[in-house]
């Protein structure tokens, strides 16, 4: 639902926008952060710089876990008798607990 308000003073009214930049930070009229993150656009900075972002840091530090520790790590073809395409894939194992989900063994 769209709402058209007219806001003034003295017969001073503001433009409706879709963004407007404020303290540094670019608001959105539907409060994504969409148009911030595209005029910050520091992705291309990390890469001159060959800096990794938070996101790649974890995922390289969690396939290393996996990598140097394949040892506490089931395959399919070790947990189940079936000879298909993913039998050398990386068993991955049933959680319940959102603490479990969220550790090494399973996002790895």
């Known amino acids: 639902m769209s709402v058209n308000l007219k ?3 003295n017969n001073n009214f503001i433009t409706n926008s879709s963004y407007t930049k404020f303290l ?3 608001m ?3 409060l994504s952060w969409n148009n911030h993150i595209d ?3 520091c992705r291309n900075l990390f890469k001159k710089l060959q800096i990794l972002s938070l996101t790649s840091q974890y ?3 969690l396939l290393m876990f996996v990598v140097q520790n394949k040892n506490l790590f089931l395959t399919n073809n070790k947990n189940r008798n079936l000879d298909t ?3 050398n894939n990386l068993y991955l ?3 319940n607990l959102n603490i479990y989900q969220k550790g090494a063994f399973i996002q790895g």
């Open 85 to 87: 395409r993913q039998r």
């Open 39 to 41: 005029l910050i656009s």
């Open 93 to 95: 194992p049933e959680a």
């Open 24 to 26: 540094g930070v670019t």
């Open 59 to 61: 995922m390289l530090s």
């Open 7 to 9: 806001i003034g003073f």
């Open 28 to 30: 959105h009229n539907t």
